[in-house]
């Protein structure tokens, strides 16, 4: 079992929709998470870093449930430009743990 | 923009070859990493630099090698590439410090294949 889990998806979702992701960690210990975005054959690029009470920047918001070990992303009102690989990323405290992200293709 | 460039962007080899893959940062921040990206896997820390001339194993570093004598560059070397190493490559820096810091800014990769 990987130590951080994602659907690979992929999502294909309407513009205007709102899409869910899940990530799941298995190291209790873990302290700190984040989102990071990837476009195809590019880099990726931090999107967020997800605190314990939860955070929102703009349409995405980010929930981290400690309790049954995952951490989500809702994205709100999709645009095309939303189409991308979503990695989730999960500070072990001696490593970070790179999930294989989850592919969201929004559609006109 | 984090000001981080790699080079070469692509580059293809034989096996057996040696190969050396630059990463250059113009802000002069402390921690440099090296990443290898392969479907079906996460990201996977190769090596990292917390400083000049001080390095250290990640968790995919045989067959690798680094440097960094100076603090803008850090170098990737594959003494004796193999298919096995037909990857591709992200440098990262962290402006916030810390060696496991999970704000990362990314190079935007170097496509090696070794036939």
């Known amino acids: 079992r990987k130590e951080v889990e994602q659907d690979p998806g992929p999502f294909n979702v309407p513009e205007g929709a709102t899409v869910a992701f899940n990530c799941t960690y298995s190291n209790s210990a873990s302290q700190s998470f984040f989102w990071y975005r990837q476009d195809c054959r590019k880099e990726p690029k931090l999107l967020m870093s997800?605190?314990?009470s939860g955070n929102e920047d703009g349409r995405f918001t980010a929930q981290l449930n400690r309790a049954s070990q995952y951490i989500s992303l809702l994205i709100r009102d999709s645009k095309l430009s939303d189409s991308a690989t979503y990695l989730c990323?999960?500070?072990?405290?001696?490593?970070?743990?790179f999930g294989t992200g989850t592919r969201l293709q929004v559609f006109p | 923009d984090a000001g981080i460039t790699q080079s070469p962007r692509h580059k293809v080899t034989e096996t057996g070859t040696p190969v050396t893959l630059r990463c250059h940062q113009t802000?002069?921040?402390?921690?440099m990493y090296w990443y290898r990206q392969d479907p079906g896997h996460g990201l996977r820390l190769i090596h990292y630099s917390y400083g000049v001339k001080d390095t250290d194993k990640g968790e995919v570093s045989d067959g690798y090698s680094v440097s960094r004598s100076k603090t803008e560059d850090f170098l990737l070397t594959l003494e004796s590439a193999t298919s096995s190493q037909t990857s591709v490559y992200f440098c990262a820096i962290s402006t916030s410090g810390g060696a496991n810091t999970g704000e990362l800014f990314f190079g935007e990769g170097s496509r090696l294949t070794v036939l």
């Open positions: 990323v999960v500070n072990r405290g001696d490593k970070l743990i």
């Open positions: 802000e002069n921040h402390r921690y």
């Open positions: 997800v605190y314990s």
